[in-house]
């Protein structure tokens, strides 16, 4: 899979919105985007994924750049939860079930 | 439904010592895996399974072994288990082989000492 390049940490205030950047510059054709989070002493948990277009759903929205070489994940209105690991992952469709491949990813501190 | 419950949730262990540590889905999820996570990195992938009766290795394998005789259980067993073993395992599950367009269900983990 590609690599992805992400902050280590990002700061914010709560009930703001965040923008959290990943880059994929290497990204291929068959490459979905994926973001998981991991709250403190939790297995990660699934935010959202897509491949060309922006995707929303009850947690987040991923905007992908027309390029597809950068995304953001949106979070519209930070809460003290939201507190956590981001990781940004890209996952070739074409390739079989050897898992994830997680990095350090971002982690994201809120304010109140 | 629970999603994917993990058993025990500490557990300490002596050099040499074997354990299995327990992993359960009940979403008839095809694929399963266990992730190890050390200090202040991401997780790695150990082993995996694509459904009853299959197997196969991951990044990080040695010195663990796991079985799937049916769809919901995937047990991981340590053999000899060794300090640098000590971290925080996570067993993962989604309903596809192929996890390009899956999302994966975490278990809550379990962390393991090796004195």
């Known amino acids: 899979d590609a690599k992805t390049t992400q902050p280590n940490s990002m700061e914010s205030n709560e009930e703001e919105p965040v923008h959290l950047p990943c880059n994929h510059s290497?990204?291929?054709?068959?490459?979905?985007i994926h973001w998981y989070r991991q709250l403190p002493s939790q297995g990660p948990e699934y935010v959202i994924h897509g491949l060309t277009s922006n995707v929303n759903n009850r947690m987040a929205s991923l905007a992908i750049a027309e390029d597809r070489k950068s995304s953001t994940l949106i979070l519209h209105r930070a809460t003290l939860r939201d507190a956590a690991v981001y990781y940004c992952i890209l996952r070739d469709v074409r390739r079989g079930a050897d898992g994830l491949t997680f990095g350090k990813g971002t982690h994201l501190i809120i304010q109140p | 439904n629970a999603g994917v419950t993990q058993t025990p949730k500490f557990q300490v262990l002596k050099t040499g010592q074997s354990m299995t540590l327990q992993c359960a889905q009940d979403?008839?999820?095809?694929?399963m895996s266990w992730y190890r996570q050390d200090p202040g990195m991401g997780l790695r992938l150990i082993h995996y399974?694509?459904?009853?009766?299959?197997?196969d290795q991951g990044e990080v394998p040695n010195g663990y072994n796991v079985s799937r005789s049916t769809t919901e259980d995937f047990p991981l067993r340590l053999l000899s288990a060794a300090p640098s073993q000590t971290s925080v395992y996570f067993c993962?599950?989604?309903?596809?082989?192929?996890?390009?367009?899956?999302?994966?269900?975490f278990g809550p983990g379990t962390r393991l000492t090796v004195l």
């Open positions: 993962a599950s989604s309903y596809r082989v192929g996890t390009g367009n899956n999302e994966q269900f």
């Open positions: 979403m008839n999820h095809e694929y």
């Open positions: 290497t990204i291929s054709g068959t490459d979905y």
């Open positions: 399974s694509v459904g009853a009766g299959i197997t």
